[in-house]
Structures are given as C-alpha cells and as structure tokens.
C-alpha cells in the first residue's frame, strides 16, 4: 500500500521545539517535492513549507520562516520538519504531501486554496501539534 505517515506530534510549551517526521511507505519518496501543510479547528488548511525532491530547494511560509526548517533524508524515504519557537497559533494538524515538483512550490505553499487536498496526489493522515502551557 502505497502510503505516508507522519509522526513527532504532540503537546508542546510555548517556545519549545518539535520534529516531525514524514515517511514514504511503498513508494520512493525521493521521486517527489513534499509540502507539509497544517490545519487548525475551524480553519482552511495552509501551507507551511515544501522541499524539491533533491533537497536543494526550500521555502517556508512566512508565519514560520526562520523558526522552522524542512530537510529530507532520501536513504531513509523521510522529510523532516523541525519546529522550533513554537507558538499557540502553530496548533493543528500537520500534514506531508507528496506530488511532482510543479505543483509543490512556494506559490503552493502561500496559497494552496480551498481544493488543495484534491489537488496533490498523496497525503499522510495528519499528525497533531499543541502548543500550550
């Protein structure tokens, strides 16, 4: 079965720190740009950052730029994403999308839009981040 999976979630304090980690299962996932995107209760799902399949390139939202870094390790068919000076607002569910790289861009990430989830190929099923004290 062809498949990702997140994990790393959890409940955090304000201004700690998080890993998430996105894993293809079945699949390579180094043939692929991942974007991990987050959505809160109530809200539209937003993007949060995206990785070219090589790794060489980035790009971060603005709400997180320069408190979040993406990598990926593709002999471990795995993205990262490491989350530090987490905010309450960065509550949600985060979630990794694979597709090819002309749809996982930083215009992907700054406007996904309301069809997003149908727009990507693959999705993992969501891993939860609190922040709270």
């Known amino acids: 079965q062809l498949q990702l999976v997140e994990s790393g979630g959890g409940l955090v304090q304000p201004g700690g720190s998080l890993r998430l980690s996105c894993a293809g299962s079945g699949f390579t996932l180094a043939y692929y740009a991942i974007g991990w995107f987050r959505q809160a209760p109530g809200k539209e799902r937003e993007g949060v950052s995206c990785i070219s399949s090589s790794g060489d390139s980035t790009n971060y939202a603005d709400s997180v730029k320069g408190r979040f870094t993406i990598s990926r390790d593709n002999a471990k068919n795995t993205v990262y994403l490491q989350m530090n000076s987490l905010k309450p607002e960065d509550t949600a569910v985060y979630y990794c999308?694979?597709?090819?790289?002309?749809?996982?861009?930083?215009?992907?990430?700054?406007?996904?839009?309301?069809?997003?989830?149908?727009?990507?190929?693959?999705w993992g099923q969501g891993t939860l981040v609190t922040v709270s004290s």
């Open positions: 999308a694979a597709d090819s790289e002309p749809k996982i861009t930083i215009a992907t990430i700054s406007n996904p839009g309301g069809s997003i989830v149908g727009y990507l190929e693959r």
